[in-house]
C-alpha cells in the first residue's frame, strides 16, 4: 500500500506562488510515475503535471512556464511550484502514484494511489 499527504495549499492573489508537497510511504517510490492533478468545481479532474522515475516531466499547456513538478526520492517527497498563478488554476489539487510500468501518462485512470487532496484558491 502508498499513502499520499498533500500539503501547501491555500488562498493566494493572482502573481503569487505556491509550493505543494506530497509525501509518500512505500519502499518503492523511487519506481513510481508521479503526477499532479486538478479538479475544479464542477469540471473533471485534469493532469498538471508528472513526472517519471527518471526525473522527465510533462506540463499541461496551461501550465507550462508557471508550474515545475520535481521529486526527492530520498525523502519520498513530490513537489509542485506553481509561480505567476491565475484564477482560473483555482481547484482541488491531488497528488497520484502509479505503479504501472511504461511511460508515464497524465490520464487519472493511469495512477493507483491518490492523496486526500488540498485546495488551492486563486483571487483576482
Known amino acids: 500500500q502508498v499513502q499520499l499527504v498533500e500539503s501547501g495549499g491555500g488562498s493566494v492573489e493572482a502573481g503569487e506562488s505556491l509550493r505543494l508537497s506530497c509525501a509518500a510511504s512505500g519502499d518503492r517510490y523511487s519506481n513510481f510515475c508521479m503526477g499532479w492533478f486538478r479538479q475544479a468545481s464542477g469540471k473533471e479532474r485534469e493532469g498538471v503535471a508528472v513526472i517519471t522515475r527518471d526525473g522527465i516531466t510533462n506540463y499541461a499547456d496551461s501550465v507550462k512556464g508557471r508550474f515545475t513538478i520535481s521529486r526527492d526520492n530520498g525523502k519520498r517527497t513530490l513537489y509542485l511550484q506553481m509561480d505567476s498563478l491565475k484564477p482560473e488554476d483555482t481547484a482541488m489539487y491531488y497528488c497520484?502514484?502509479?505503479?504501472?510500468?511504461?511511460?508515464?501518462?497524465?490520464?487519472?485512470?493511469?495512477?493507483?494511489?491518490w492523496g486526500q487532496g488540498t485546495q488551492v484558491t486563486v483571487s483576482s
Open positions: 497520484a502514484a502509479s505503479t504501472k510500468m511504461g511511460p508515464c501518462l497524465a490520464k487519472p485512470g493511469y495512477y493507483d494511489y
